[in-house]
């Protein structure tokens, strides 16, 4: 029986696989498409997303109701229609503040769950836009961003299958070892070096951002695991194949976009996020 078992676990994780790399193949080239082309596509990916993000924070929590929904919806897509008409701090400002205050007026018994929920939403869009909006650098920006996630989730993956060992956080995440860490973190190093060998940075730089970046998204990848634990969700939804909903997803990139921006707007200011993250 226990034999029995085992094989079934075994099958449905080789199906679990193959739908996620199904999904990668299909999703992970159309994203990188979109970042190119930049604009009004761009941001849109980027909104539709949010929406998508917040739409399951208030399922994970439970607050999903309509009116805080709607109008949850309606403030995120008042920020994508600011980030395409190059928005200001004080528009910005406003739209947060006002995601805020509906959040608070409209949630009913997780006020500050519902606060956070809109915040991390906005926080993905705003820091997503602001990175790839820089004409000289926002594309590679962006896709350092992205491909040092991924390596780390990558990485992460086949190196806590392969190796195993002591998990990283049981009570969390009961799947993540120390040996998947490690191997996702020196995977981003990996990406750090070829954008150096390639120009796009020095070496010097990239590998201890990298090493950042990627400590932050595995960190959001724990963040977002402990806000479904404490309500008792296995996946934020099934939306993507193999990979559970966005926030699923999305948790370590929103993590790591977020600081990334901030880095990149303390260092190159507004208009040059792109170039203050990859030029030091």
């Known amino acids: 029986m226990t034999g029995g078992n085992a094989e079934s676990t075994a099958g449905q994780e080789g199906r679990n696989l193959l ?6 193949l299909v999703l992970a080239p159309l994203a990188v498409a979109v970042a190119y082309i930049g604009g009004w596509f761009w941001t849109g990916l980027v909104t539709a997303a949010a929406i998508g993000l917040y739409l399951e924070w208030l399922t994970v929590i439970g607050e999903r109701r ?5 109008l949850g919806v309606v403030v995120l897509l008042a920020m994508g229609w600011a980030e395409t008409e190059r928005f200001h701090v004080m528009d910005v400002s406003a739209l947060v503040a006002l995601g805020v205050a509906v959040a608070a007026l409209f949630a009913r018994d997780r006020r500050s769950w519902a606060v956070a929920g809109i915040g991390y ?3 993905a869009s705003i820091a997503s836009s602001a990175l790839r909006r820089d004409p000289a650098l926002g594309f590679v920006a962006l896709m350092f961003v992205l491909l040092v996630v991924w390596a780390t989730d990558i990485g992460g993956y086949f190196a806590g299958r392969l190796i195993g060992g002591p998990r990283l956080w049981p009570r969390v995440s009961p799947k993540k070892t120390w040996a998947g860490s490690i191997g996702g973190f020196a995977a ?11 120009g796009f940075g020095r070496t010097v730089a990239l590998l201890p951002l990298a090493a950042v970046l990627s400590t ?8 977002e ?4 634990r404490k309500f008792g969700v296995k996946d934020s939804s099934h939306l993507i194949p193999g990979h559970g909903g966005l926030m699923d997803r999305l948790d370590g990139f929103v993590a790591a976009i977020v600081l990334a921006a901030i880095f990149g707007f303390l260092r ?3 208009d040059s996020v ?4 990859m030029v030091w």
């Open 19 to 24: 739908l996620r790399v199904a999904a990668s």
């Open 274 to 277: 792109g170039r203050g993250l």
């Open 225 to 228: 695991s402990a806000v479904k």
């Open 268 to 270: 190159g200011g507004a």
């Open 216 to 223: 932050v998204a595995q960190l959001g990848d724990l963040f």
């Open 188 to 198: 981003s190093l990996g990406i750090a070096a070829g954008f150096a060998a390639c």
């Open 121 to 123: 939403s906005l926080a």
């Open 66 to 70: 309509l009116p805080l929904a709607m």
